[in-house]
């Protein structure tokens, strides 16, 4: 059974950044991702004056409780959500002047949620533009701590940001949240709080977070769920077997449960200790399914929902129209593309089954729409991309890790341009 490595978790590289710059002691990180977001992250931490060392397998981080070594700074955040919500609340921990922008696509992205929360709990903080968006700038004096209320209803990444912050108040926080989209990603927030010393107690709505700081520890990243998707996706949509090893039953990540969706459909899927297969049945059944919980692979099953022999309506998934593009909008534009029947609602897509023909994505610079239509063209040759190589900003050797396995499997594909060539 074909056997492949995922690099290691987005989200769980991020947050492990975060916990380490804030943590008592040097931190080593075990198998990071090397991705634009998360070099972005780090390079925004040295921007900040945190200390990093790495080679090829570990990231070293000396982490300052304190806040940034450095009283005055501008951090450039790239395309990255994380670095954009994450580290202007690490920043507000400390003392000094920071000034936080992003490139387009993150600046559209919003930040509203956040920021207010942020000045609730006393953060001197403007946005020099159009308000609830980048840039932004920080004049910090630590933050006191108390309670404050968030919607976290577009992302979880606020909750988060304030979860993460929580430790480094002087009295600790308590977070009322009125909504919660994407639940999963804060679980894994408060797993690897529990991993570098602090407990989150939750009450209903409320989040409790005491003061105190975290200590410094040896963090081991995970396999990327949300990644490992499109190689699931990939078995059960040409009747392949393909196993992920590293994530199985303990795995932090919610975007595992995906393979719950694909076993519904009618392939079989085994979840180890270890280690998760999917195994393609040749058939997928139509289906209808709420994603809100796992919203980052709604691309992924829009992608294969053409093979399906009924329709396939993925719901709850609003929030993905405020991620790196529309992606309800993107995902129905480029079926149709493909000549596929595609509706959508606000939090919906419906899509008929039906036989696509090749044409090119339109990606809108966003990764995960290139590399859930790649797994389309394992069955429509002739698909390529007006911008393949966005994949970097989460998987640079996508192309080459996709198109070994589907080569195989005996599927040519030029991975350069991601072309399945016409036969």
């Not at 090893?245 to 899927?269: H, I, K, S, T, Y």
């Not at 200790?273 to 209808?288: P, Q, S």
């Amino acid at each position: 059974m074909p056997a492949v490595a995922i690099p290691g978790s987005k989200s769980v590289t991020a947050r492990a950044l975060f916990l380490a710059a804030a943590a008592d002691g040097v931190t080593t990180l075990v198998r990071p991702l090397r991705s634009d977001d998360t070099e972005g992250f780090a390079e925004g931490l040295a921007r900040l004056g945190y200390r990093i060392g790495r080679t090829p397998d570990t990231w070293q981080v000396d982490g300052r409780p304190q806040g940034p070594a450095l009283p005055a700074a501008e951090i450039y955040c790239r395309d990255g959500a994380t670095t954009a919500r994450f580290l202007p609340t690490l920043a507000a921990a400390g003392r000094g002047s920071y000034r936080f922008d992003a490139s387009e696509q993150m600046r559209r992205r919003p930040l509203g949620p956040l920021t207010r929360a942020l000045r609730d709990l006393g953060v001197d903080l403007r946005h020099e533009e159009a308000e609830g968006h980048h840039p932004l700038r920080i004049e910090a004096a630590g933050v006191e701590g108390g309670e404050v209320t968030l919607d976290a209803g577009q992302s979880s990444q606020y909750l988060t940001a304030l979860l993460l912050l929580g430790p480094l108040t002087r009295k600790g926080l308590r977070i009322r949240v009125t909504d919660l989209v994407s639940a999963p990603y804060v679980e894994i927030t408060i797993a690897m709080m529990r991993a570098f010393g602090v407990e989150v107690a939750r009450e209903g709505d409320v989040f409790a977070v005491p003061s105190g700081g975290y200590r410094a520890t040896t963090y081991a990243v995970e396999p990327d769920a949300s990644t490992a998707s499109y190689f699931f996706a990939a078995a059960a949509v040409t009747g392949r077997e393909v196993t992920v090893p590293g994530l199985g039953q303990g795995a932090l990540q919610g975007d595992l449960g995906f393979v719950d969706v694909l076993r519904r459909m009618g392939a079989e899927v085994e979840v180890a200790a270890d280690r998760t297969t999917v195994r393609g049945t040749g058939r997928l059944r139509g289906v209808t399914v709420a994603m809100r919980d796992i919203s980052d692979t709604m691309p992924t099953l829009a992608a294969i929902a053409p093979f399906a022999d009924g329709p396939v309506r993925i719901e709850d998934v609003a929030n993905t129209r405020v991620k790196e593009c529309d992606r309800l909008d993107a995902c129905a534009e480029n079926l149709r593309r493909l000549g596929i029947e595609a509706a959508t609602g606000e939090d919906w897509i419906e899509i008929r089954p039906g036989t696509p023909a090749p044409a090119e994505i339109k990606t809108y610079g966003d990764h995960r729409v290139v590399m859930s239509f790649a797994v389309t063209g394992l069955r429509t040759p002739g698909i390529s991309f007006d911008d393949p190589g966005c994949v970097k900003k989460t998987f640079p050797g996508f192309h080459e890790a996709f198109g070994a396995l589907a080569a195989g499997w005996g599927i040519p594909v030029t991975p350069t341009r991601w072309v399945t060539p016409t036969r």
